[in-house]
């Protein structure tokens, strides 16, 4: 059977992370989402995969090359152009991105599975495919039911008592919403959806495509169902999602590593004194990384390789990614650290080295210069307040 991963965007929202990395590529304890995807499809029978890509494409290609090694054929589908040498994204949407991969060859030609590449997911797939045959359904959107005060940070979805879709309320206030069924942006399709999409032309999903079945009465359908959903649309979703992951919420997702003490896992070789220093799990220390003594680590916390963490710093409830440098005596409490920018849980960023905070966060492949007197007195004077 055949799938669609859509890997295109730029994932704005979840910047600083998308400026190096695709959104299919942010790693979940060091594995990138659109793996877990991939082998999802590959439990339910799908065994032939097209990615649609452009930001950072070359970053999401040369990870999974043609599939074998994660025993699915993949190929891909560039959408952008070539100036002065570079590879220059410009992404057609994503009902676009369909469109054009079928006007080159007509690869869906029967039932196929659409899947946003940002979301760690543990569907059944077979059944959802079941229920889409027997509605007759020329398209599904599989939806989660969520609280009804958490409505208003999805798109919900309105269906009649037969499960056919009548309605889209994108992100309502909560006294507005007419459902709490949600879009999970997970699809399911019929060749003759492509009757629907224009060729050569910007089409999205949701914003194009959805809203023309309703008005043209077409039968598409929606079935909520009950499965872990990880959408990783924002920074602080992806904060959520790491200490899930540690705190065991999600189960299709193991600590990777050795447990080392009740909570604590490590990779290899990672250099840490562990009567010195006080940790407290679940913790999740990458290779290579070390830790000097009187370092406090409170879980769920997780840090990358080849980081260091140096005396007398705290990382408590945090993300850092690999190759990051905590000066002596930082405090970082409910934050995430990647390159040069440290995030807090609602998503507000620091430049550190715009804010000249270098001397607390650095890369550990850049030598740190020695402070000066009056350097080291004002770095005194900020030691101990949260970053």
Same mark, same amino acid.
């Given at each position: ?17 998308? &400026? ?16 877990? @995807? ?19 494409? #070359?970053?999401?290609?040369? #990870? ?11 190929? &891909?589908?560039?959408?952008? =152009? *070539? ?15 369909? =469109?054009? %991969? ?13 899947? !946003? ?5 543990? @569907?059944?797939?077979?059944?959802? @495919? ?33 499960? =056919? ?21 997970? &699809? ?8 629907? %999409? ?39 979703? #992806? ?16 600590? $990777? ?26 913790? #999740?220390?990458?290779? /290579? ?8 680590? %409170?879980? $769920?916390? /997780?840090?990358?390789?080849? !980081?260091? *963490? !140096? ?19 930082? =405090? ?8 040069? &920018? ?17 001397? @607390? ?27």
């Amino acid at each position: 059977m055949k799938a669609m991963i859509l890997a295109a965007g730029k994932g704005t929202r979840v910047r600083p992370i998308t &400026y190096t990395i695709p959104k299919p590529m942010i790693p979940i304890l060091q594995k990138p989402v659109m793996e877990f @995807l991939l082998e999802l499809l590959r439990q339910h029978g799908f065994t032939e995969v097209m990615v649609n890509v452009s930001h950072l494409a #070359y970053e999401i290609e040369s #990870y999974f090359r043609d599939g074998q090694r994660f025993g699915v054929q993949i190929a &891909y589908s560039f959408e952008g =152009r *070539i100036v002065d040498g570079e590879l220059v994204g410009e992404a057609v949407g994503s009902a676009g991105g369909m =469109r054009r %991969i079928q006007d080159f060859s007509p690869f869906f030609d029967d039932t196929f599975v659409v899947l !946003c590449g940002d979301a760690l997911i543990d @569907l059944d797939l077979t059944e959802a @495919l079941r229920w889409h045959r027997e509605k007759g359904s020329i398209a599904t959107i599989i939806m989660k039911d969520v609280p009804r005060e958490e409505v208003s940070s999805y798109g919900v979805v309105v269906t009649d008592e037969d499960g =056919r879709i009548k309605k889209f309320q994108e992100k309502p206030p909560v006294e507005e919403a007419l459902s709490t069924s949600i879009n999970t942006g997970i &699809y399911i399709f019929e060749p003759e959806i492509f009757d629907y %999409i224009p060729s050569g032309v910007p089409f999205d999903i949701g914003g194009d495509l959805f809203p023309k079945l309703v008005e043209n009465e077409a039968p598409f359908y929606g079935i909520s169902m009950d499965f872990q959903w990880i959408d990783i649309g924002k920074v602080p979703d #992806y904060w959520q999602a790491v200490r899930s992951v540690l705190t065991g919420e999600v189960k299709n997702v193991a600590i $990777p590593g050795h447990e080392v003490a009740p909570g604590v896992y490590t990779g290899i070789n990672v250099n840490v004194n562990w009567d010195k220093v006080d940790i407290k799990g679940p913790v #999740y220390i990458g290779g /290579m990384t070390e830790i000097e003594d009187g370092a406090t680590i %409170i879980g $769920p916390t /997780m840090i990358g390789p080849n !980081c260091h *963490i !140096c005396t007398g710093a705290t990382v408590d409830n945090s993300v850092i990614f690999d190759y990051s440098r905590l000066g002596p005596g930082v =405090r970082l409490v409910d934050k995430l650290v990647f390159g040069r &920018y440290c995030v807090d849980k609602t998503g507000a960023s620091i430049d550190v080295a715009a804010a000249a905070l270098d001397w @607390l966060i650095t890369d550990t492949r850049v030598d740190v210069p020695v402070e000066t007197p009056v350097e080291q007195q004002a770095i005194a004077e900020l030691l101990g307040s949260d970053i």
